[in-house]
């Protein structure tokens, strides 16, 4: 008897869905907001579920932003600007606290070969937040619009199960229950979604972490707007500008050193970003060696250390190297691990993975949540054409052209980028040689550059 | 080469209680055929996957042909006929500059588009098959119901099955084992009748036909999609299809009941309320799919014929 009764309470509990999409990061709300907006798929019902805390954050950094840059920056590639713009999500975007260079330079550590990328509007640096609110404000402004979409925010998806008909059923940690035609992993490296389908990931970590934090420059000089990136041996680091003379880093580095790094004091952290951006990696060796012992000394010799640098570089050098940083935004330190990783299908029947969720790669080209966004669109694409075609947009007939259009590309740039990792994390001679070689004639040859731009600032 | 079409009814139109004894009755063979397919009918990645594929253009085929001759300009129906006149010029788009042509196209594209919305056609499809068509028809906002006929009662099974499992359908899609000359046409009519694939399999085309166009409203539409009996089809669909690439299950197909679509265009001339408005080829690339060509008298095609109001 009890056991009837219940039975009839999940019953009544489960709800139909068209599209459920696990996760509010960039690539699930940026799904939302696109399928929203497009006219053959507005009046799809849509449900989006996120496990964190989401919602409130969002509306309250659109309504009073903070005045710092907050830590989680990205840059966009022109591509993923242009889709943003197509869909209406761009309009919602804070654009004082968005920066667009032209300019990247890449040098290396070892060999000081230089590289530098040219592009007019090559990148946009724009924070997780700046982005992920702004797609919340459309998909409200869509909203009122007649197009409504169900957000739970604080919801953990806590099981997935098949229905009779073959459909996902997504169980929610408040009890309810989801029947839906297609559910859409954006649900990050770790993604249940994927895990439900049964879809392998072959990848590895890199043992390598990432810092993140928000920086303010020393202006006691011109530069131009420029990303800067040097690879030393343990892995890249990068100073990617942001408004108001602040500027992103990412600096990649081993386990080992990201522990002395992150238990550093902010002003003696902001010293080892100096000396990295410009000192020989046998002294960084050194200066590790100091940072771990948490001596005193530590910024004084980096500061005696970069002098000597300086007053031997002639005057038109100094533009080779970015400004020196004054501080850090305080509290903006993060770390992340970093690894490479593919699955091996993004589609299945009534799934479909993007973003992270069906890869991860290395931030040094800064092409994770720009590649997450190429998915969507060719996702959205698919969706769009199955539903004028009454096709059922669960079917693996509809949803195949994503695969076959997406997976390629991800395919390659994964492994160039994993190829450059490896290229540049080491100091192994023979390597070294090739390697300034390398970016040498890559600088020289105009042809292979513009190829290499090209993919960054892909349209 | 004698005409397919032109085959006079050797005997009268006999009445239908049994369904195996009718001109437009199917035959043991092709039924028997079809009843093995039944089970696979929806495996994508199965023996009709070329027909899922096939679908999808015709899709595209269907919503184009009819998005692309609705009336833009309802003069009985404006209220202030220059106005509106404005908003959708009738004449030739390509003669202004481009700026305003574009502008044009948008505004036609979007009256377009409210056409549609506004549209519940009601659709009939002989030979529905496992409802390959009728499915996706039947999912489409512009149509208000389809009825799926077909003569294998083991296919329309499958049908059936498989309607049931996607709850947008119940309401807009049924399926009956019917011949096409049982549906009275005083009781029913339809906006959309459709025979794709299936011409090619019946003894009496011209038959079948004539009993399918009796159910289509002034100003519906009849679709339908066949082969020509040309070498090249039988080159692709029965010697590449079925023996070398056997990506078509062997025995779908009998050269000699392949229609050419000059002798559908040639029937239909004879009937002038009905008029062919398109007329498209088409052909299977393994690793690509179905794409239109440019000649729809070779391999398959195709076609569009409208009930003109008079
Ligand atoms: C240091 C660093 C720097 C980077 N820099 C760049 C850059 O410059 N440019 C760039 O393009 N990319 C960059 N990336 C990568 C980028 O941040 C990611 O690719 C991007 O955030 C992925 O977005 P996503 O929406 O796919 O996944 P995520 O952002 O991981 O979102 C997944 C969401 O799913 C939710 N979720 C997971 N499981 C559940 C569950 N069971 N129930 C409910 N919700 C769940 C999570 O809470 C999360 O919100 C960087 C990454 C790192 C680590
Ligand atoms: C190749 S299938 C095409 C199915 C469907 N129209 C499609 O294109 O997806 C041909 C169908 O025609 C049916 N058929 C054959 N002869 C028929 C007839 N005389 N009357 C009605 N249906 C017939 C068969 O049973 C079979 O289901």
Redesign the pocket.
Known sequence: MFRAIRHLSTVSAMRLADVVI???????LTLASALKASRSTSQLKVEL????K?LEGLREFGNSPPEDITN?????TPATVNYLEKIGVWDFIRYERIEEYDNILAYDGVTNSRIEFEHVGIATMCE?LNLQSALLAKIEDLGESGCPLDIHDS???VGIDSAGNGWPVVELDNGERIQTRLLVG?????S?VRKFAGIESRGWSYNRW?I?ATLNFKVDSFRQITGWQRFLPSGPIAL?PLPNDMASL?WSTTPELANVLLKLSEEKFAAMINAAMKLDPEEMKYLYKLAEEDDNSLVDSISWRLSLFNNKLQPEQHELYPLEIESLVPGSRAK?P?KMSHADTYVGPRIAL????AH?TH?LA???????QADVQSLVNCIETATERGLDIGSTLALEPYFSERWPINNAMLGVVDKLHKLFSTDFTPVVMARSFGLDVLNTVPFVKDFLVDRMSSK | MFSRLSVKSIRPLVSFRSLSSGLTSISPVEQSHFNQLASSWWDVNGPQRILHKMNLLRMDFITNTIKSHLVLNDYNNMVNVAEEEIYIPGFDVGLLDDAIADSVLQDQETRRQELLRGMRLKCLDIGCGGGIFSESMARLPYVGSVKGIDLSEEVLAVAKNHAALDPILEKKLSYDLQAVEQIDESLEQYDVVSMFEMLEHVDYPAEVLKSAIRLVKPGGWVFLSTINRDFISWFTTIAMGEYVLKIVPKGTHTHSKYINEKEIEEWFDKNPEFEVKESKGCVYLPAYGWKFTENEHVGNYFMAIKRVTK
């Open positions: 696990i996760g509010g990061g960039p690539a699930g579920i996120e496990g964190g989401l989680r920056v990205v840059s966009l997780n919801t953990k998806v954006a649900d990050g490296f770790n249940p990432g993140v990617l990412v992340f970093l993007v973003g992270d969720a991860t931030p800064g092409q994770g949540l720009n590649m997450g």
